[in-house]
């Protein structure tokens, strides 16, 4: 069902989908990918094995309020997180002590802060998570021509001061060519559309975003929340990832107390595609182990589960 929740002075438009074991999982999508192409996929499984979800669109984008639109502001982001965890604690047949968070990409990267600075989150899945811009800004920088980048670069200072005199946002498509201006010219990038959006499944999804997001995307650092992080948390990885480097997520997972990982062949989405079944078995399996039975201790040690790459089938 659709339900609403309060956050920053509007509303969040989220699908409520009411499980049966007690445990509930926030999804939220990555970058300015909407709730429907961003999570459905994986959210009709966890539903299946008996997990209420709360899947929702950030602030300014898909169906939730904010103006402008396309806008993507880490800190509202963060709000807008902190604000579904509330408000899923309050749904009916929830344990407000057993609520996890999914995400993936951008806002993969989020989850690290949330979960460090929030304590009712009992797990966290980062799949493919940006953890770190600069790095990640400088190994996309093989896959794009040195003027685009320029041109990418003006367009970006130019929406700054566009919403800094109030003037309407200048938007870059999701992604692109090599060459082109877009958010992100990586060769698995180009997989996007065909991961989220197979047949144009869902034509109302507007795959644009502000071109100042670049700018802030590139000086974001939410690995560093990592060592924070008190709850278990799986870091899903892709070896072949040219959009969110996948040793940075390694590296973030080995400062959580509780860091696993799973390592997938393939690109940035491999995961929705010929990663999806193993994504979402090791998801479901962590998930089950600790929403569903003894919660790791507090004290604890530090271990990194680092499963061997599977083949493509």
Not at 136 to 153: D, E, I, N, T
Not at 243 to 256: G, K, N, Y
Not at 293 to 312: D, M
């Amino acid at each position: 069902m659709k339900v609403r929740f309060a956050s920053g002075g509007t509303q969040c438009a989220a699908w409520h989908y009411p499980g049966a074991n007690g445990a509930c999982v926030i999804m939220a999508a990555g970058g300015a990918v909407t709730k429907e192409p961003g999570t459905d996929l994986f959210a009709r499984r966890f539903h299946d094995a008996g997990f209420t979800v709360l899947a929702f669109d950030f602030r300014h984008l898909g169906e939730s309020g904010g103006q402008p639109r396309q806008v993507v502001r880490m800190g509202e982001q963060l709000a807008d997180l902190r604000a579904a965890i509330d408000y899923a604690a309050t749904l009916p047949g929830v344990d407000p002590d057993r609520i996890a968070l999914w995400a993936f990409s951008l806002t993969g990267g989020h989850l690290f802060r949330t979960a460090a600075e929030h304590h009712r989150v009992a797990a966290v899945i980062a799949q493919t998570p940006l953890t770190d811009g600069l790095a990640a800004a400088r190994s996309a920088g093989r896959y794009q021509k040195p003027l685009a980048m320029l041109r990418f670069l003006g367009r970006g200072i130019l929406d700054a001061l566009s919403g800094f005199i109030g003037r309407a946002p200048l938007l870059v498509p999701l992604a692109g060519a090599p060459g082109t201006v877009a958010l992100v010219t990586t060769p698995d990038g180009q997989d996007g559309n065909r991961a989220l959006n197979p047949n144009n499944r869902y034509p109302e999804w507007q795959q644009a975003i502000t071109a100042r997001t670049g700018l802030r995307m590139s000086l974001y650092r939410p690995g560093r929340y990592a060592a924070g992080i008190r709850c278990p948390l799986l870091v899903v990885v892709c070896d072949q990832d040219q959009t969110a480097p996948p040793e940075l997520a390694v590296r973030a997972a080995r400062q959580a107390r509780h860091g696993e990982v799973v390592r997938l062949p393939g690109g940035h989405y491999a995961p929705f595609l010929s990663g999806h079944d193993r994504a979402v078995d090791a998801e479901l399996t962590f998930l089950r182990r600790h929403l569903l039975a003894t919660p790791v201790p507090e004290n604890g040690g530090r271990s990194v589960t680092a499963e061997p790459s599977a083949t493509n089938k």
